[in-house]
C-alpha cells in the first residue's frame, strides 16, 4: 500500500494572520482517503510559510502514526523544489521551518515530494477544506 499526503494551505492576506493548512492522507493506487486533517496556523505568516507549515504538520502526522513509505504532493511548486533542495531558500523567514521540514524527514524510510497543479483532484478537495476552516474563523 502506498500512501500519498495531499497538502494545501494559505492565507487570506499576505502576510495574515488568517491562515490554515490541511492535508489528506490517501491510500493509492485505490485512491481511498483514509484522513483528513485541517488547523487554523497560529500568528502572522506569509503564504509560502503557510505552505511549508502545512507539509510540516503532515509530516509530524505520518511520523506519530508510523507511517514510513509516505509520498507528500503539493501545489506549492516553490516549497516543493526548496525542499527537494533544486532552488535555494532565499527568505530568512522561511529557513528555520525548512529547516525542521528536512530534518523530520530524515526519520522515514521513504519520502518523496512531488509538485502537483492546483487543478489536481485531491488538491482541489484539500484546498476546499482549508478555505472552510478559515470560512468558520469568520475571516
Not at 22 to 46: D, M, W, Y
Request: proline share 3%.
Amino acid at each position: 500500500m502506498s500512501i500519498i499526503i495531499y497538502v494545501d494551505s494559505g492565507v487570506r492576506g499576505n502576510p495574515s494572520d488568517h491562515g490554515a493548512f490541511a492535508f489528506f492522507v490517501v491510500e493509492s493506487p485505490v485512491e481511498r482517503c483514509l484522513h483528513k486533517f485541517g488547523q487554523n496556523i497560529p500568528g502572522k505568516v506569509t503564504n509560502n510559510y503557510a505552505e511549508y507549515y502545512g507539509i510540516l504538520e503532515a509530516l509530524k502526522y505520518a511520523k506519530e502514526t508510523g507511517l514510513d513509505d509516505i509520498t507528500i504532493k503539493s501545489d506549492s511548486n516553490l516549497a516543493i523544489q526548496q525542499i527537494k533542495g533544486h532552488f535555494k531558500v532565499k527568505n530568512s523567514g522561511l529557513i528555520e521551518i525548512q529547516k525542521k521540514v528536512i530534518e523530520i524527514t530524515k526519520g522515514f524510510e521513504h519520502i518523496e515530494f512531488e509538485w502537483v497543479p492546483r487543478t489536481h483532484r485531491w488538491i482541489k478537495l484539500v484546498d476546499a477544506f482549508h478555505n472552510r476552516i478559515m470560512d468558520l474563523h469568520g475571516k
